[in-house]
């Protein structure tokens, strides 16, 4: 029987981007969006992506995603079975410099996702991430990220779907998702969301359902969700995080931080410690052979 295992790698030098490897993994997520960036690939198994309206898409091994920040999805494994997969996570607007200075276009926030099956992207992802794992230096990191998503028009590739027309306006929807940003979200509620886009307490969770994919208040929990994990990266401790973003106690904040992450915020929090290794051998990570991927040739 395969063991489980996951690893999370980020490094303060490189804020801009995140990292996940899950291993035979069976967690399963709730639907939930990133201020990120995201691009997912499949190494072993079959799972189910949605993010696409009502339906689903199934995703086999060598298929990427890629999910635009803002974009309400989930990904999780068939029905008893389990999979491995990889996660990286980009800032959106680290993205979007990066696509200025190249003059090709980013994706917008909310934007729909993106389904790709090709044996080079994925194996030209499989390279970087390994090396984001890897003890090479932060220059050496910042390089290859750079080259990656410079080498790589994601927008040539088909969207799964259009993203929903917000009943809200986009221009109150954007003010009321710009406030919840910046606010303390310890202090957010239904009432004052309701009071800031001037709408009814029903009126405002079937609008903002219709637009985001989230009730008001799911959008709330991810968001604090999304704040945890910047203030983990900051070393900040567990129960101080709990207090800051309204939860009831330490323990309500580790469920529904795991119900969304699949990890522990402890886990989170030292991610990258060398005494946090695999609890299976490099070998059985992703069900592949031992010897590295073949290089592929970039076209000239």
């Known amino acids: 029987m395969h063991c489980a295992s996951s690893e999370i790698w980020h490094d303060p030098a490189l804020p801009f981007v995140e990292s ?12 939930h969006s990133h201020p990120t960036f995201s691009i997912g690939a499949v190494d072993v198994g079959f799972s189910r992506f949605s993010g696409a309206g009502k339906r689903q898409v199934r995703l086999t091994p060598g298929t990427l995603v890629l999910v635009p920040a803002q974009r309400v999805h989930a990904c999780n494994p068939e029905p008893g079975t389990a999979w491995s997969y990889q996660m990286l996570h980009l800032d959106a607007q680290w993205l979007q410099q990066l696509r200025l200075e190249m003059g090709t276009p980013a994706a917008d926030a909310g934007e729909p996702a993106r389904i790709v099956r090709s044996v080079e992207l994925y194996q030209h992802f499989c390279q970087l991430n390994a090396l984001l794992f890897s003890g090479a230096g932060v220059a ?37 998702i710009e406030h919840i940003e910046q606010a303390e979200l310890a202090e957010l509620s239904l009432d004052s969301l309701a009071r800031q886009a001037d709408l009814g307490r029903y009126q405002l969770i079937r609008a903002f359902r219709a637009a985001t994919g989230f009730t008001p208040h799911a959008y709330l929990l991810n968001a604090r969700i999304n704040r945890a994990r910047q203030l983990l990266r900051q070393g900040e401790e567990l129960a101080e995080v709990a207090y800051r973003l309204g939860f009831a106690d330490q323990s309500h904040f580790q469920r529904v931080f795991k119900a969304h992450t699949a990890a522990t915020p402890g886990y989170y929090r030292t991610a990258g410690s060398p005494v946090l ?8 990570r992703f069900g592949a052979p031992t010897s590295p991927l073949p290089q592929v040739q970039r076209k000239t």
């Open 140 to 176: 050496e990191k910042h390089a290859a990220l750079v080259t990656f998503m410079g080498d790589h028009d994601f927008s040539a590739y088909p969207a799964l779907e259009a993203a929903p027309i917000a009943p809200l306006g986009r221009s109150v929807l954007g003010q009321l």
């Open 277 to 284: 290794g695999l609890l299976c051998s490099p070998s059985r």
């Open 20 to 31: 996940r490897r899950a291993c035979h993994s069976r967690a399963c997520y709730k639907a």
